[in-house]
T-cell receptor, first 109, second 111 residues
Framework: SQELEQSPQSLIVQEGKNLTINCTSS?????LYWYKQKYGEGLIFLMM?????EEKSHEKITAKLDEKKQQSSLHITASQPSHAGTYLC?????????FGAGTTVTVRA | DSGVTQTPKHLITATGQRVTLRCSPR?????VYWYQQSLDQGLQFLIQ???????AKGNILERFSAQQFPDLHSELNLSSLELGDSALYFC??????????FGPGTRLTVL
């Protein structure tokens, strides 16, 4: 089965600073999804990457899938309190998604 | 709001009991997925239905079963409940193999 490792497990960032979250797969990624989750709530879809080298941005969040398609990074520029939450990467495997354990982001004012 | 609805929002029951969780997918989505999220196991895929047919199975216990009805809503049945079944249960829907949109979840507490 495909395993996803996220790092760091958690991080605290000062408001206005940048942050990066990594997601490393044990197998080639054919579809990589990034979701955000507030505690106890549903997952919010952020972005999907499929091609090696692909990069997508939405507002201040940018995600990349590396050329070898085994790692993805999520970068947040000039973090805001609204960016706080847990970010999960998910890998498409046939019809199901396998998820990493998540990275919890705290934004300090 | 993802467009996926789940009921109930919270459920408290006792060990040995049976419960049914309900999910209505986004309009037009034929695929429904069920996930279980717990502190120790993280987010785990349980089962997927596509247009009424079971498409994929994950780490779903034999005590759990699901179905998707002709109107595309889905139900997840959990029986002989144990303390360890306490978790957040999410339903997601998608169009084919595209991104999945998650519902708000049902928080199940087994006492």
């Amino acid at each position: 089965s495909q395993e996803l490792e996220q790092s760091p497990q958690s991080l605290i960032v000062q408001e206005g600073k940048n942050l990066t979250i990594n997601c490393t797969s044990s197998k080639t990624l054919y579809g990589l999804y990034w979701y955000k989750q507030k505690y106890g709530e549903g997952l919010i879809f952020l972005m999907m990457l499929q091609k090696g080298g692909e990069e997508k941005s939405h507002e201040k969040i940018t995600a990349k899938l590396d050329e070898k398609k085994q790692q993805s990074s999520l970068h947040i520029t000039a973090s805001q309190p609204s960016h706080a939450g847990t970010y999960l990467c998910g890998a498409a495997n046939d019809y199901k998604l396998s998820f990493g354990a998540g990275t919890t982001v705290t934004v300090r004012a | 709001d993802s467009g996926v609805t789940q009921t109930p929002k919270h459920l408290i029951t006792a060990t040995g009991q049976r419960v049914t969780l309900r999910c209505s997918p986004r309009s037009g989505d034929l695929s429904v997925y069920w996930y279980q999220q717990s502190l120790d196991q993280g987010l785990q895929f349980l089962i997927q239905y596509y247009n009424g047919e079971e498409r994929a199975k994950g780490n779903i216990l034999e005590r759990f079963s699901a179905q998707q009805f002709p109107d595309l809503h889905s139900e997840l049945n959990l029986s002989s409940l144990e303390l360890g079944d306490s978790a957040l249960y999410f339903c997601a829907s998608s169009v084919g193999r595209n991104e999945q949109f998650f519902g708000p979840g049902t928080r199940l507490t087994v006492l």
